[in-house]
């Protein structure tokens, strides 16, 4: 019975070895492209460069630019867009898009970033031929403005760095 525990004892701590390892992942704070957005990423990230479509306008015209790691085998888009709302519209905009993404079973929380400041989580998963991303809506307001930045990554993000988006999410800082 002893040798059995032990052997478990051994398989199990295997098993947990590569998570625990990947655990400490070290961040760093970057300053997101001609937005006045910082974010904390693991060591390594950086924004794509220019001629590989690094920040562009989106099919909603919204401006996203793309992180990615150094092998360039993970990436991360960031989308920043400042809505013609007010502050006190923030709760109904969130409802709204509780509404129609509801064949994505979304999931709101509230939190807070940055010295308190109020915001809603929106998280979702979508599925493109073998990838499946895990999506990250903020909804946030600067000023008496409403902002959402979106972030999009492949469960590989998760998986590699043992980061997850709202982790990475809470850490952004707005530069008012």
């Given amino acids: 019975m002893r040798k059995i525990i032990l052997g478990l004892s051994f ?5 947990l070895l590569p998570f625990t390892t ?14 006045d957005i910082s974010i904390e ?6 924004t794509k460069k220019e001629n590989v479509r690094g920040s ?8 996203y630019v793309v992180l990615e790691n150094k092998a360039r085998t993970v990436s991360v888009s960031v989308a920043n867009d400042k809505l013609g709302l007010k502050k006190s519209q923030m709760d109904a905009y969130k409802d709204l898009l509780l509404n129609n993404l509801r064949a994505n079973s979304p999931q709101a929380k509230a939190v807070q ?3 308190g400041r109020p915001a809603w989580f929106i998280s979702f998963r979508t599925r493109h031929d073998d990838y499946h991303f895990n999506n990250v809506i903020l909804i946030t307001s ?7 930045i979106t972030f999009n990554g492949t469960d590989k993000l998760s998986q590699q760095y043992n980061v997850s988006a709202t982790d990475l999410l809470l850490s952004i800082k707005f530069n008012e």
Avoid: C, K, W
Wanted: proline residues 7%; without cysteine.
């Fill in 11 to 15: 398989y199990l701590v295997t098993l």
């Fill in 113 to 115: 970033l940055d010295e």
């Fill in 142 to 148: 600067v000023g008496n403005a409403v902002r959402v």
């Fill in 56 to 63: 562009s306008t989106g099919a909603t015209g919204s401006q």
């Fill in 41 to 46: 990423m693991p060591v390594g990230f950086a």
């Fill in 22 to 35: 990947h655990a400490a992942t070290p961040l760093e704070r970057i300053a997101i492209p001609d937005t």
